[in-house]
């Protein structure tokens, strides 16, 4: 049609053409008469183009370039994402390939509500079929959306998912492209999906079946109606009638769930006649391509339309990578993220805090070594319990975060791709609030009646102290450690009251950009744009104060072992030799065993001495900040903290908040917007850079660093150039001092 365009139905005669294989198996059965959506094809080519000529290319590989995939933990696949989705929202299309674009689709495709799907090279293969991994888009009207989403799509080829099977996708910004299918919307009144082999039973095929469109099908949200029937004949084998409570339709930003009218929907959703149809439809493509496949289907007034065929593969069940497959599984629809939030909300968080709070009255000095064991095994089994619910539904609600920073860069197109978390940020976190009451106290230690600074054996301090720590205990230091560790707690206090004032997010500022957000929604999608801040507010509070609820089963676990360690005395030669419970408990019921040791795990090339270097992280909040590296490799450096110091460390974890109010920087090995580290940091308006490997060798504490929160650097200086450094502070606080 044009040089960048092709009509679907003609892509089969394209010898040369790879518009990859979605698009290929709709060509071909368009040409076998079966019965699909007219659209076209936007060949891989135009994405090619649009990436060398706006110079997108070299920034892919800019960011791609920030660290090796497979060492990328979820949210750092999140985040490289996000910033490279954000780059095709922001980078018009040039003339020609607009104009090109638009010469090429037919003139009702530009009018009316048309489909806008992906289709990569390495897509609905035989051997792999990776569903799920690049976006599609529905009821999308007129040409500024349809090219807006095209980029949309392009963009989704480095999506993170697709960046978590990059090898397999052979995934390299040189060679892959991305075409994209523009196809006609059919609304039809039931939808569904038949699989031309039943995963239970080879001889059968499945026929599953909604009101409405496929969307909740898919994503999980809707029980669908399921017929199991012979794969030779597609006579009835058996079948299961769901509840028809919820139905999926468009809206004018996509699409949305909705409940149904109950009334006359008792009887199953599709007759004998149109699983007859399906069925027949299902055997016809499956001897069009000589094998089994997995079809979308819908009906609208009366006629069967295919929407989409892919070869059955039995990846997910066969893939022997599971951080991949659970990777996948982290992405949520805005109904689903709802019912998590209900169920964490009401069951799971009052579950731990009861549970926690029981396992935490026991006195374990009054326990005989044989009942220490059992509270061991207790609280091990508790530990493993939660952090269990905590990844299988903890980690997939920060979705929510995810899903609404996605939707707002999506919508205004922000320089910062990190913009929405403004909005999102909150006060109302545990450690915060521990934080601030820390602060309090450390005002209270001048508060002596002579207005001195109470020393250490006063008793009102000390009360004070005790209480503290009883309230927070599992938002403070290490959990049970404090007891132990009230010094730490003490010079932390007293070096609060002279800390600088923090940068916090301005409330005005915050209201500006919601308001710009929700504006952004038409009145009747109004609804869905607050739902889904409200989700995006929740999962980022929660996101942060999940660690805490579940440090506190990990901090009893610890307490008994500690416990434990005191009795063992000389069978506990280290730390390393006594921190496995199973090891632990068989030393406490026989007095003879000695403790295997745990490999103590170790830091490569620890002896590396760094000089002026440049080390390249992710951005996790935004500034400049100057100052001396405090490296945190153990809990005792923690009090060693210093007003005014860059925290360096593998991760700063809940129990390790109350210093940051003292920090100017953080420079983290983890990587990600999610970790407790960024989202503390943004709340203290300092510079965090994370995702820097191997930032604890390569940075020693009392080196000279200036950390960049805007591109994601640390910068290491040479003694020379750091001790110039530290003198022209030392000269500015001195000129300060004089001044005041």
């Known amino acids: 049609m044009t040089q960048y365009t092709v009509a679907i139905k003609d892509i089969v005669r394209e010898e040369n053409l790879n518009c990859g294989n979605k698009a290929r198996a709709l060509s071909i059965m368009t040409s076998e008469d079966i019965r699909l959506p007219d659209g076209i094809c936007i060949t891989p080519d135009a994405y090619k183009e649009f990436i060398t000529q706006t110079g997108l290319k070299g920034r892919i590989l800019m960011e791609l370039g920030r660290k090796d995939l497979k060492d990328m933990r979820w949210e750092e696949l999140w985040d490289a994402s ?15 390939l607009r104009e090109d674009i638009i010469s090429g689709l037919p003139k009702p495709l530009q009018r009316k509500p048309v489909v806008i799907r992906s289709s990569s090279t390495a897509e609905d293969t035989q051997g792999t079929s990776f569903a799920g991994l690049h976006d599609s888009f529905v009821n999308v009207t007129g040409i500024d959306r349809i090219l807006h989403h095209i980029k949309l799509v392009w963009g989704s080829l480095w999506s993170d998912a697709a960046l978590s099977y990059s090898k397999e996708l052979s995934l390299d910004i040189n060679n892959s492209a991305m075409s994209v299918l523009i196809q006609n919307m059919i609304v039809g009144t039931k939808s569904g999906i038949a699989f031309g082999e039943d995963p239970n039973d080879p001889k059968k095929a499945v026929i599953e079946a909604v009101y409405g469109l496929n969307k909740g099908l898919v994503d999980g949200d809707i029980e669908p109606d399921r017929w199991v029937v012979s794969g030779e004949t597609g006579r009835i084998v058996s079948q299961h009638q769901s509840a028809h409570a919820r139905y999926t339709t468009v809206t004018t930003e996509g699409t949305i769930l909705k409940k149904k009218n109950l009334a006359g929907t008792r009887s199953p959703l599709l007759n004998k006649n149109e699983i007859s149809e399906i069925f027949s439809t299902l055997t016809t493509i499956q001897n069009i391509f000589g094998s089994k496949q997995d079809i979308e289907w819908t009906f609208r007034r009366g006629l069967l339309y295919i929407l989409q065929a892919r070869p059955i593969t039995v990846r997910s069940s066969r893939d022997n990578n599971k951080r991949r497959v659970w990777d996948l599984s982290l992405r949520r629809s805005i109904d689903n993220l709802n019912n998590l939030s209900e169920k964490i909300e009401k069951v799971y968080l009052p579950a731990m805090t009861k549970a926690a709070n029981k396992l935490s009255g026991r006195d374990l000095n009054k326990k005989s ?27 997939p609600f920060a979705h929510g975060f995810r899903l609404f920073g996605q939707v707002y860069n999506d919508r205004l197109s922000p320089e910062d791709p990190y913009e929405f978390v403004d909005i999102l940020a909150t006060s109302h976190l545990l450690s915060l609030e521990r934080n601030r009451a820390l602060e309090s106290f450390a005002k209270d230690i001048f508060k002596s009646s002579q207005g001195l600074p109470r020393s250490d054996s006063d008793p009102v301090l000390n009360d004070r102290l005790e209480k503290f720590i009883e309230k927070f205990t599992g938002v403070s230091c290490d959990i049970t450690k404090c007891q132990d560790e009230k010094e730490t707690l003490l010079n932390i206090a007293r070096q609060l009251l002279h800390k600088s004032p923090s940068k916090k997010n301005r409330p005005g500022r915050r209201e500006k950009k919601k308001k710009l957000f929700l504006n952004s929604f038409s009145k009747k999608d109004r609804a869905y744009a607050e739902n889904l801040l409200d989700i995006g507010r929740k999962s980022y509070r929660l996101r942060d104060d999940d660690n805490i609820y579940l440090g506190r089963f990990e901090g009893l676990l610890t307490e008994a072992i500690e416990e434990s360690r005191k009795r063992l005395g000389r069978r506990c030669k280290d ?12 030393a406490l019921h026989f007095r003879t065993y000695k403790p295997k040791a745990v490999k103590e795990s170790t830091h490569k090339d620890s002896h590396i001495k760094v000089q002026a270097r440049q080390l390249r992280g992710q951005p996790a909040s935004r500034g400049i900040a100057e100052g001396t590296a405090r490296v945190l490799s153990t809990a005792e450096d923690l009090g060693l903290v210093q007003n005014g110091e860059i925290v360096v460390c593998d991760a700063i974890d809940p129990n390790m908040t109350f210093v940051i109010p003292l920090v100017s920087a953080i420079v983290e090995r983890r990587g990600g917007m999610l970790i407790h580290g960024a989202i503390i940091a943004r709340e203290y308006g300092i510079p965090c850079v994370t995702g820097i490997p191997d930032a604890t060798d390569l940075i020693k504490t009392g080196d000279y660093l200036t950390v960049d929160g805007y591109y994601g650097l640390v910068i290491v200086h040479d003694q020379k150039e750091a001790q110039e450094k530290r003198s022209a502070v030392h000269r500015l606080s001195t000129k300060k001092e004089n001044i005041s």
């Open 369 to 395: 070594d044989e009942e220490l064991a059992q509270e061991i095994a207790e609280r091990k089994k508790a530990f493993d319990y939660w952090r269990a619910i905590y990844w299988n539904e903890f980690i």
């Open 575 to 586: 730390t390393y030799t006594c921190s496995n419970p199973e090891e632990v408990i068989r």
């Open 82 to 96: 996000l910033r490279i989705r954000n780059m095709f929202v922001r980078t018009p299309l040039y003339p020609s």
